[in-house]
């Protein structure tokens, strides 16, 4: 067996469940994958030397204790990361993909913290702050020069959901995309209207912007809003966009609301950009940057 996941119930008798993991742990000394929803004191007395991928709910100081019985974990996935709850002062580590689902407290510096642990061997990092319609995305934070931004991290990818990152170039989050030099690839979900001058702060090594869940299309409630709001807000970022931008690919979505994508089309029809009208099951656009 290499993969397994376990719903692991913490409880004061939970002795037959201990003496079960233990037994369990034992008997697949080749396992790989490993998702729990909690994680009992027996995990680190016998941990599982193979894993690489590890998956679980996040509790104050795991994350040491995770980077450091598992030597070859790659890729980790802490759920209910609570913001401020990991120390800056971290084992070595390996790691290659991390996935942070978090509450909206800090959220600047939430997304600082993990941005310390992107050092050298992680690539890819995926942040998901916890939230919905009573409260749809972190409150705005201003550039600050005593926000602490390593530039340092060799990360090609990044996936920001419900985190409006272009929606306002004057805030500590656009500080700290811009202080990624080696991004490549950004994924943005659940976004709120794009910035006109959005684009104006994209890393220079950025090559693939994606963005999908459109909140300024399914958050609007108002019987007179503009549902395209978000659409109309992107296209107008890409035809303010510095950028030179080679390709845009886009899915309406197939679904009985698909999105109005006409507005982007018209963009690139007018700064003569490649346009491509995909048939996904998700809406989505993609924007393929030219090299600065």
Same mark, same amino acid.
């Not at 067996?1 to 037994?23: F, N, R, V």
């Not at 090594?205 to 108002?222: F, I, N, P």
């Not at 018209?266 to 700064?271: D, L, S, T, V």
């Given at each position: 067996?290499?993969?397994?996941?376990?719903?692991?119930?913490?409880?004061?008798?939970?002795?037959?469940?201990?003496?079960?993991?233990?037994?369990?742990?034992?008997?697949?000394?080749?396992?790989?994958?490993?998702?729990?929803?909690?994680?009992?004191?027996?995990?680190?007395?016998?941990?599982? !030397?193979? $894993?690489?991928?590890?998956?679980?709910?996040?509790?104050?100081? /795991?994350?040491?204790?995770? !980077?450091?019985?598992?030597?070859?974990?790659?890729? $980790?996935?802490?759920?209910?990361?609570?913001?401020?709850?990991?120390?800056?002062?971290?084992?070595?580590?390996?790691?290659?993909?991390?996935?942070?689902?978090?509450?909206?407290?800090?959220?600047?510096?939430?997304?600082?913290?993990?941005?310390?642990?992107?050092?050298?061997?992680?690539?890819?990092?995926? /942040?998901?702050?916890?939230?919905?319609?009573?409260?749809?995305?972190?409150?705005?934070?201003?550039?600050?020069?005593?926000?602490?931004?390593?530039?340092?991290?060799?990360?090609?990818?990044?996936?920001?959901?419900?985190?409006?990152?272009?929606?306002?170039?004057?805030?500590?989050?656009?500080?700290? !995309?811009?202080?990624?030099?080696?991004?490549?690839?950004?994924?943005?979900?659940?976004?709120?209207?794009?910035?006109?001058?959005?684009?104006?702060?994209?890393?220079?090594?950025?090559?693939? !912007?994606?963005?999908?869940?459109?909140?300024?299309?399914?958050?609007?409630?108002?019987?007179?809003?503009?549902?395209?709001?978000?659409?109309?807000?992107?296209?107008?970022?890409?035809?303010?966009?510095?950028?030179?931008?080679?390709?845009?690919?886009?899915?309406?979505?197939?679904?009985?609301?698909?999105?109005?994508?006409?507005?982007?089309?018209?963009?690139?029809?007018?700064?003569? /950009?490649?346009?491509?009208?995909?048939?996904?099951?998700?809406?989505?656009?993609? $924007?393929?940057?030219?090299?600065?």
């Amino acid at each position: 067996m290499h993969g397994a996941s376990l719903d692991y119930q913490l409880c004061s008798e939970s002795g037959p469940l201990d003496l079960g993991l233990e037994q369990f742990l034992t008997m697949t000394p080749n396992l790989k994958t490993l998702f729990m929803a909690q994680c009992p004191l027996v995990l680190w007395d016998m941990p599982p !030397l193979n $894993i690489s991928t590890f998956a679980t709910t996040f509790a104050p100081g /795991i994350l040491p204790s995770i !980077l450091e019985q598992f030597p070859r974990l790659q890729n $980790i996935h802490l759920r209910d990361c609570h913001v401020m709850s990991f120390s800056l002062d971290l084992p070595k580590h390996n790691l290659r993909t991390i996935r942070f689902d978090s509450s909206h407290d800090h959220a600047v510096a939430h997304f600082a913290r993990a941005l310390t642990l992107c050092f050298d061997t992680v690539h890819h990092l995926d /942040i998901r702050f916890i939230g919905g319609f009573l409260q749809p995305t972190p409150f705005f934070s201003p550039r600050s020069s005593s926000l602490k931004c390593s530039s340092n991290t060799n990360l090609r990818s990044l996936r920001l959901h419900n985190i409006s990152v272009f929606s306002n170039i004057g805030s500590a989050y656009a500080q700290l !995309l811009q202080n990624l030099p080696a991004l490549q690839e950004l994924h943005v979900s659940n976004h709120m209207c794009f910035d006109s001058s959005a684009f104006s702060i994209l890393p220079p090594s950025l090559q693939k !912007l994606t963005v999908s869940d459109y909140y300024g299309y399914w958050e609007m409630r108002r019987e007179d809003a503009d549902n395209n709001a978000f659409l109309l807000a992107l296209a107008k970022s890409i035809n303010m966009s510095p950028r030179k931008m080679t390709h845009v690919i886009a899915s309406n979505g197939r679904r009985w609301n698909a999105y109005d994508l006409s507005p982007v089309a018209a963009a690139c029809k007018f700064e003569d /950009i490649k346009y491509s009208d995909v048939d996904e099951k998700d809406g989505f656009v993609q $924007i393929l940057c030219g090299y600065l």
